[in-house]
């Protein structure tokens, strides 16, 4: 085993004695919180009314969670949720070897496992039609070109989470560089995708953030979205290439190259390319 290489084993989360917090948990938690803080500046910035943040949360929060859990349903996993439908909605799996709750065998709990941000990233532009066009009486991407930011920089820390979780692997680099995950009984180093994921993001967060406050961009509705999905998707689309198939069959479904996110990634950078570029109207 090499020096060069990083080997990585975290515990599980920070533990309390009588509850652990899991890292992707916190990760997650940081991410809304951070989040809504500076997003607070930004709407005493566009003199909007600071209570309007309350409802902006919880249709964030709704509609990521449901779209990340349709996401893996749907574009990842549906081989085999199709004969698991109460699966889809219930925290639960079956197995023959456990007891849910301690009286219905068949059955254990295991938590939501199975998340895919592309579903996120639809059911979040969705929401945010019926939001603004309700609470803001502003156009939908005005609301959309400030979110992006805050999504941005929730990348970085989900998937830092990833990262301590060891999951989401990039491909072994057949080399004495990289991380060797030993929590995943591993020998061999792999491309930490992860970390390149949650570092480019980080930039794309501090590029919006400075275009936001110190340019003319956020007049220029449309623009900062269109920048976020242009730039986020096309840092997915190459970094695929370094990362291991989420789900097994999954791996090449276009010209025997092209995996699932990158296919889903696609038609999300030519809607980014087509915001930051098309003529707007003095009405927006």
């Given at each position: 085993m090499s020096f060069l290489a990083i080997e990585w084993d975290p515990s599980l989360g920070i533990d309390l004695g009588f509850f652990i917090v899991r890292w992707y948990s916190l990760m997650f938690v940081l991410a809304f919180l951070l989040g809504l803080y500076l997003m607070k500046k930004i709407y005493i910035e566009d003199k909007i009314p600071e209570e309007k943040l309350d409802t902006l949360f919880m249709y964030t929060?709704?509609?990521?969670?449901?779209?990340?859990?349709f996401g893996d349903v749907f574009f990842y996993s549906w081989d085999y949720y199709q004969n698991h439908i109460i699966e889809i909605f219930l925290p639960i799996k079956e197995s023959e070897k456990d007891?849910?709750?301690?009286?219905?065998?068949?059955?254990?709990?295991?938590?939501?496992?199975?998340?895919?941000s592309h579903g996120a990233a639809i059911s979040i532009i969705l929401a945010m039609y019926f939001y603004a066009k309700k609470h803001l009486q502003k156009p939908w991407l005005f609301i959309l070109d400030r979110l992006a930011i805050m999504v941005a920089l929730a990348g970085f820390f989900i998937r830092t989470g990833n990262f301590m979780n060891s999951e989401i692997v990039g491909k072994p680099t057949k080399s004495d560089f990289g991380v060797i995950f030993i929590n995943n009984g591993e020998d061999f180093a792999r491309y930490p995708t992860q970390l390149f994921e949650a570092f480019s993001y980080l930039i794309l967060f501090f590029i919006m953030w400075f275009l936001y406050w110190k340019t003319n961009k956020k007049h220029q509705t449309g623009f900062?979205?269109?920048?976020?999905?242009?730039?986020?998707?096309?840092?997915?689309?190459?970094?695929?290439?370094?990362?291991?198939?989420?789900?097994?069959?999954?791996?090449?479904?276009?010209?025997?190259?092209?995996n699932t996110g990158q296919v889903l990634s696609i038609p999300l950078v030519l809607i980014g390319i087509w915001l930051m570029f098309r003529k707007t109207s003095k009405s927006e």
């Open positions: 929060f709704a509609s990521m969670l449901i779209g990340m859990r007891t849910l709750f301690g009286f219905i065998d068949g059955w254990k709990f295991t938590g939501y496992t199975g998340f895919a900062l979205f269109g920048l976020f999905m242009a730039v986020l998707w096309s840092l997915r689309f190459f970094i695929e290439f370094l990362k291991e198939a989420q789900v097994d069959g999954r791996e090449d479904w276009v010209f025997n190259s092209l």
